[in-house]
């Protein structure tokens, strides 16, 4: 992705769309997905952190996905507050460069570990007995500092040169210029969607295949939760990111008469806005990827639901009290009232 520099592009070749709607549109999108995103993965976060117990190298995989995820929900209001501004920054330089760059990061970081945990999956499922399937959690470290030191080699770039974009006094933030093509980050942008989606559609298809040529094995719980794994990490991946990399196919195919069409802008913003809605859906693939999850997720639920008082309850049923207590005071209430009627009693004998 390519930056328009302040000096270069301060003669208007930066477009000016009248009535700018995707300052209407973007706002809203960008706050449920900040929202959400925040809650799903923070909750994944601290599943991964106080409930699983076990890590296991896909745990590691999974929580470096929602580490990335995690990290770009946090540059979300910057880039409201930017276009509730009508796309003008008001941050400054610096801090444009590091948004876009924490944002392309833990973009490109999101999609190599759905991709990796997508591997992972087909190799446990396809191939058992493969050496893959016994690494230790060590190896699973170093191959995730490795795929983060790749991913940081492709970004840093966002770091050196100014994002600032200004036409008629106002400066936009952007990681690449809408108004024109922008070369080999553009390829960048396609080969980053359509090489992981061959691999995960290619790992998808034969996990899908092997489980119903083994009837008996497709009905063990634990292939059923592979399957649909697999099938979630699919539409995600392509829910989240194909609407953006065929948007920008479009506007390269159409300029540059499509260079200040409005409504060409606004897709291509709304689209870009969705593979930020695809790290608010990945919480998905935690509640199929381990038992532990579900579980942690029910203790959660059952924890918001119970009524929090400060002392015992008297209104509580019988339904609610332990048996103990039950049998305790029942037992209690029903010797105390026998005695009474006995020391009611004339002839204590008859008792």
Known sequence: WAACPVPAMDNGSCC?????????VMPPLL???????VLGNGLALCGFCFHVKTWKPSTIYLFNL??????????????TDYYRRHRRWAFGDVCCRLVLFMLAMNRAGSIVFLTVVAVDRY????????AVNAISRRTAAG??????????????????GSRLCVHEGAASCESFIMESANGWHDIMFQLEFFLPLAIILFCSVRIVGRLRQRQQLARQSRMRR????????????????LPSVSARLYFLWTVPASACDASVHLALHVTLSLTYINSMLDP??????SPSFPKFYSKLKIRSLRPKWPGPSKTQGPE????????????????????????????????
């Open 284 to 289: 998905l693939l935690y509640y199929f990827s």
């Open 123 to 130: 190799f446990k499922v396809v191939h058992p007995h493969h």
């Open 320 to 351: 609610e009290m332990p048996t103990s207590n039950l049998c305790g005071e029942g037992c209690a209430n029903m010797a105390n009232s026998f005695q009474s009627r006995c020391d009611a009693q004339w002839d204590l004998h008859t008792c």
């Open 16 to 24: 000016a769309i009248e009535g700018d709607p995707i300052s209407q």
């Open 31 to 37: 706050v449920l997905a900040f929202v959400l995103g």
């Open 143 to 160: 191959i995730v500092c490795a795929l983060w030191a790749s991913v940081l080699v492709g970004t840093v770039h966002l770091l050196l």
């Open 66 to 79: 929602a580490v990335a995820d995690f990290l770009l929900m946090v540059c979300l209001p910057f880039r």
């Open 226 to 241: 592979a399957t649909w794994f697999i099938l979630v990490v699919v539409v995600v991946f392509v829910t989240g990111y």
